[in-house]
């Protein structure tokens, strides 16, 4: 709960969407506007500032469309008929997305590092046959480290790589100079918590290029509505995904037994509660809260839908410092982890079924105890992170269980359309990192029916799954089973032996090529190709060249190394870009989109045998070892 300063906010005014009132981290009080829709239920489905946004952006992606599947070249496949039929039918536009999943610093880099794949100012990318797919993205979702990535590249308009690292954006030294703005916030009665810790020390991010003057913690994630690169169509709609913890007392609430002073673990159900943040809304399609809440209005105390005070809005809570805490923020998840030796707050489970360990291998065998392994792993990676955790009580002069929470004023309080009984008597939500109901990957918003999205690039980077650093596909079948417990379309995938087995985490896999009711999936792992990327997800300290690095990897990643290792792969991507738009383009699918769905896509087939253990060397090089790489390469400053 918050006691507003009425003084101190009506001293900070009001100015451009773009930033704070303030012109700091500190939200400001303003008069609330008449006739204003601040609440919304979600089953009037996307509000009319997103669809009128989306025709914007449409546009952008045909002429976006057109540039990248001339230079895909796709076998037989008329470029220009295409063009001219989507032109004339807007519903025709491919909704098409990324996802960049969590996993801290590793995850945020090699996001970036597929993000860079997809774009045509990256000549690499252009030659490789992937860049320009970026272009005609629509939507790019991000959670915990990704979320970092998204919010990164949001707050630079979606520029280059190059340049984000150039400009010192991808400078992952904390930044605990600024935290003294904490207490603006709080002199002006918002209690705070752990988000506005994490998100000032990620500061970097979003800080303006150059010599601006503009104080980075007063750029909110609403203001990207006023940037004119988003407002004219030209980058895609980035969403961040978080979730929510239920408060002690509330129905569904679960409190470990064994974990001290109330550590809530979250309830996994068919219908969870992924609440999303755009530039627009914030706010949830499923769980305990359906509706959304003007972005630009978020921290005013509203009852039913409508301000307490028709005088007392609350602009400038939505900072993209603040937001980007309360999406990052697993501190819960680590203090449980801690307090249950890793048994309870790690991210992904490794699998349902733990595999015979007895089965005979080709090749590495699973160790024995696996499972402990990657627990003592995570835990030794968190511990960095949990050593902050006295010095960030006392800096907000707090209980523990008050502070590592991401905490934020509840807008559907009292909500008596899209809201249960439970979420509508809080006056503040208990927000946690997406992560925590173990989906990995932020693919829960692009589901929703109201958004109708045709294909998604799934980024999986989240390094949780295997002592070795790699993944197991673990966090995206755990979506793919929530999904279809709530009903939502998702295509089929199978078990986690299964895509061991049949080299689904080594290499970019499609799903859903023939199951026209579906998004259309391309799952893509992290795997090592040019570069060693199972970092640590709580590493703090890289130099430019050790980034460039990492994030090169995507490239070789998604492209397979241009196509090198799965010759036409490339076009094979472009296929599936289009595909669910040609019934409505009224266009057939090209010959060649057969062959390659019929090489590259999941058909179905199940081997459920114990795998073998996931520890590999880099792709293009399997001679050069993890050791000599990190020697000679990454630390020595050799040839990246």
Known sequence: MHIINFAALMAAGASAATYSPSGSYTPSLVACPSNHTFVYPASDGLAGAERAWLSLRKASVVAALETYLTSANITGF???????????????????????????????????????????????????????????????????????????LAAHDFDTLASLIANGALNLTSNDTAF??????????????????????????????????????????????????????????????????????????????????????????DSITAYEFTPFWFGSWTGRVRGFTDLAYFGTRLVDGQPANPNACIQGYDTMSFVLGLCDSAMNFWFASSQTNGTVGQFARRRLHAPDRHAKRDSIPYPANEDSLEQLRVLGQEESELALL???????????????????????????????????????????????????????????????????????????????????????????????????????????????NLNHTSRPVLYGCNEPAVPLILYAADFPYSAYTNISFSVSALSGAQVTALTANGLALLSQNASALAPGWTACIACAVVERSLARARLARPAACDTCFAEHCWNGTVVEAAPAFLEPSLVLDPALSFDVWNATVFNGGGSV
Do not use: C
């Open 78 to 152: 008329d470029v220009a008929a295409y063009i001219t039929a989507i032109a004339a039918n807007e519903s025709a536009v491919p909704t098409l997305a990324l996802t960049l999943s969590g996993g801290g610093t590793r995850a945020e880099l090699s996001g970036l590092g597929v993000y860079q794949a997809l774009d045509e100012r990256y000549a690499h990318a252009v030659q490789a046959g992937t860049g320009g797919l970026l272009q005609a993205l629509t939507y790019v979702a991000g959670l915990s480290g990704g979320a970092g990535a998204t919010t990164a």
């Open 180 to 269: 003294d703005e904490i207490a603006g916030k709080a002199e002006a009665g918002f209690l705070p918590n752990i988000a506005d810790v994490f998100g000032i020390s990620l500061y970097n991010l979003f800080a303006p290029f150059g010599n601006s003057t503009v104080d980075a913690l007063s750029l909110t994630y609403s203001g990207i509505q006023a940037r004119s690169a988003f407002a004219n169509g030209s980058t895609p709609m980035p969403i961040l995904m978080v979730v929510e913890v239920v408060p002690p007392g509330l129905a569904n609430a679960s409190a470990l037994v064994s974990t001290p002073n109330g550590t809530i673990y979250i309830p996994q159900n």
């Open 390 to 500: 006295p010095e960030i009580v006392a800096l907000l002069g707090q209980n523990l269980t008050d502070v590592i929470y991401g905490k934020a004023v509840n807008p559907f309080y009292n909500y008596s359309v899209g809201a249960d009984g439970g979420a509508a008597s809080q006056t503040e939500l208990w927000l946690a990192d997406g992560s925590e109901t173990y989906q990995e990957n932020p693919i829960w918003p692009l589901l929703q029916p109201a958004r109708k999205t045709d294909f998604i690039i799934v980024s999986d980077n989240g390094g949780t799954e295997l002592s070795s650093g790699w993944m197991n596909g673990t966090s995206f079948v755990n979506t793919a089973k929530l999904a279809t417990l709530a009903g939502l379309p998702f295509p089929r995938v199978p078990d986690v032996n299964t895509m061991l």
